[in-house]
């Protein structure tokens, strides 16, 4: 069409189409598909269109399963989830799967071969995140968290947030999300609104927990693995307490972590943070 004009939807369709009892609801993500194109969050949210289902296990619906999965181990085993034995996770793997695949009408070998699939990935995830958490003066303290915030302006926005953690002698806090790419925060997407979650996550962990202290993608690939991390009292020797003490000094605008991958810890991530903000 030749003007945005002629491609406009009249107001009275689009409050049928996107508000309820008057409000815009919406996620994190779903305001940054409006700011990447609007017709297709018009498609996506409001006429809702939905692809046709084929026969595979989408990159989605692997990341669904992973979710559910770290959601368990950390409420069981807190801190140490990485102690899992390998017959508890085939169950918690098994019961997901079956949760899943009781709605699809999938080959008993494909479901085989998705959890093996899934079995090794996390397995090896679990493996490099034993390092982490040895190395981390950081407590998991909610999981799945979900919030919802009114704004003035007659929007609402909600999310759930996939971990936050906590360093309780300082009272401070930080925000992990899960995902199935290597995805890093980048500071310009942000400016667009093109990327969201991580800067608005800390804005509710501020509002409703504590000081943040900072926002990290944490990636389930395991081919992304890097290095051990610090054992802890490496991490002391290299300045940990003095990081924090810099982090309390510096102003109340929201510190944002380096991306994080399974073998990083705070000791690192805190170095180049703060050597950021100097």
Do not use: W
């Not at 927990?209 to 389930?220: F, I």
Request: charge should be negative; aromatic fraction near 12%.
């Amino acid at each position: 069409l030749p003007n945005t004009d002629e491609r406009s939807i009249p107001q009275s369709t689009a409050e049928r189409l996107y508000l309820k009892d008057q409000r815009l609801l919406g996620s994190v993500s779903s305001f940054e598909k409006f700011n990447q194109c609007q017709y297709a969050y018009f498609l996506s949210y409001g006429i809702r269109i939905r692809p046709l289902e084929q026969f595979t296990m989408e990159v989605n619906t692997v990341g669904l399963v992973l979710h559910s999965v770290m959601e368990q181990l950390i409420r069981k085993y807190g801190k140490h989830y990485y102690r899992v034995t390998d017959s508890e996770l085939v169950e918690i793997l098994d019961e997901q799967l079956h949760d899943f695949y009781s709605t699809h009408h999938y080959q008993p070998t494909i479901i085989a071969m998705v959890e093996q699939s899934l079995f090794r990935q996390l397995k090896l995830f679990l493996q490099a995140m034993a390092s982490y958490e040895k190395g981390s003066v950081m407590e998991p303290v909610l999981v799945e968290h979900q919030f919802t915030y009114d704004y003035d302006f007659g929007v609402t926005l909600r999310g759930v947030i996939d971990r936050i953690d906590c360093y309780s002698p300082d009272g401070l806090y930080s925000v992990i999300d899960y995902k199935t790419s290597g995805k890093q925060f980048s500071a310009l997407e942000f400016v667009y609104g093109l990327q969201l979650q991580l800067v608005t996550y800390l804005m509710i962990v501020s509002r409703e927990l504590g000081q943040p202290l900072g926002a990290a993608y944490q990636s389930l690939q395991p081919k992304l693995l890097r290095c051990p991390a610090f054992e802890m009292k490496t991490a002391k020797a290299k300045g940990m307490d003095e990081l924090l003490e810099k982090k309390r000094s510096l102003s109340r605008d929201l510190l944002l972590m380096p991306p994080m991958l399974p073998g990083e810890n705070e000791s690192t991530l805190f170095r180049e943070t703060v050597g950021a903000q100097r």
